[in-house]
């Protein structure tokens, strides 16, 4: 009999953050949450920086920020491509 062993893909813990002084909500949506706008609330600093920590399987990921009723683009990460509504999404890739 032969040895099965089990490919096991490591999760890792990515942080997103938003700097959004006067926002009163905000939560981070994307396809790793079926872009559900309450899966993720962010959580407001002592700074005013917004922040959510979430555990994601290696691969490449659309999202974006739900801010207040608006949707956001993240300012800090210059990769994007376009989405099915004629806007863009960021892009953040987690490697294994």
Request: aromatic content about 10%; charged content about 25%; proline content about 4%.
């Amino acid at each position: 009999m032969q040895g099965h062993t089990k490919n096991k893909t490591r999760k890792r813990r990515v942080s997103f953050s938003l700097v959004a002084l006067h926002a009163q909500q905000v939560a981070l949506v994307g396809d790793f949450n079926a872009w559900d706008l309450r899966k993720h609330p962010m959580k407001k600093d002592a700074d005013g920086i917004w922040r959510k920590t979430v555990i994601l399987a290696p691969g490449t990921y659309e999202y974006k920020f739900f801010q207040d009723g608006q949707w956001v683009m993240d300012p800090a990460n210059d990769r994007q491509c376009p989405n099915r509504f004629g806007t863009r999404n960021n892009i953040v890739v987690v490697t294994s």
